[in-house]
């Protein structure tokens, strides 16, 4: 399975949005600027912008140190150096087009908000010799770091293909 699927899980218990319970530390993490909605939002942008650009420097940029990505039928993948060395070896031989729709993005607590969607992929072979395409869902959990950038910090996608 691709790993830049959007993930898709159902999820119980997170408790505690920031703009329902006024508990963040910093009042302008619930705010919709760059500390909060908004940064949040702008990180799910130049995540879906560098994969449809097949720059995996550009995704790698906008994750956090220690990410952690679960594929369908597969391992875990943890860590920046491991998703490069799992996902560079597809990138180099398909281009990636990858839509997906946003069905829910909530703020969670202080300092992390959390995206469910649906996807669509078409992937062209480089060399010509065919096309990959899926559907699916996900959930992709971002967090904001010390440096108040948002990052991917968990992806977790489920094809709605039978495994191969």
């Given amino acids: 399975m691709k790993w830049w699927m959007s993930a898709g899980v159902a999820w119980v218990g997170l408790v505690g949005g920031c703009a329902s319970c006024g508990s963040c530390r910093d009042k302008g993490a619930c705010a919709t600027g ?11 942008h130049a995540y879906k912008d560098a994969i449809n650009a097949n720059d995996l420097e550009a995704i790698l940029a906008v994750m956090t140190e220690d990410v952690v990505f679960m594929p369908p039928n597969g391992p875990r993948v943890v860590g920046k150096a491991a998703v490069r060395e799992w996902a560079a070896p597809y990138m180099q031989a398909y281009t990636i087009h990858w839509d997906n729709t946003q069905l829910e993005f909530l703020m969670i607590g202080d300092g992390y908000a959390l995206e469910q969607s649906s996807y669509v992929e078409h992937d062209v072979a480089n060399d010509g010799s065919g096309t990959l395409d899926d559907t699916g869902k996900g959930v992709i959990l971002y967090k904001r770091g010390g440096d108040a950038v948002w990052r991917v910090a968990l992806d977790i996608w489920c094809s709605d293909l039978p495994a191969e």
């Fill in 34 to 44: 760059p500390a909060g909605l908004q940064g949040a939002q702008a990180a799910q």
